[in-house]
């Protein structure tokens, strides 16, 4: 399998980044794991890899420089472990996945990707019972 991060697997519906983002909503999913919050949506009407979205805060970073940064080391680090995450049914995994950095300084890309292994292993472990909850509705 290819390792690449193309643009059909970058999450850039406003739509769907508004779903993803909406306070209080049933339909979202979250969980924490240093130095990522995650966020993602079951969608069976979804496209068939899971689209991603990597997200740095302007006010602890102010420099751009520094954000991007940061996003791109995140970004690296799925890329070479997403494989894990796709090896799974469409059912089985999210659909719309956003992955927002919290740590209040620049972390070594080592850090991020084990973080990031350890979310993706994460993902795959998700209880049954919301998948099946998930493709119902």
Known sequence: MKQTFGKNERLCSHRVIGRLFKRGSSEVH????????VLYIYDPQAPPLPQVLFSVSKK???KAVDRNLIRRRCKESYRLNKESLLTFSTESR??????LYLAKEI???????????QTLKRLEKLPPA????????
């Open 30 to 37: 979250t969980f924490y794991l240093f130095p990522f919050r």
């Open 60 to 62: 602890q970073f102010k």
């Open 94 to 99: 999210p659909s719309y996945i956003a992955f």
């Open 107 to 117: 972390t070594s890309y080592d850090v991020i990707e084990t973080a990031m292994k």
């Open 130 to 137: 919301i998948q099946k909850n998930q493709s119902n509705s």
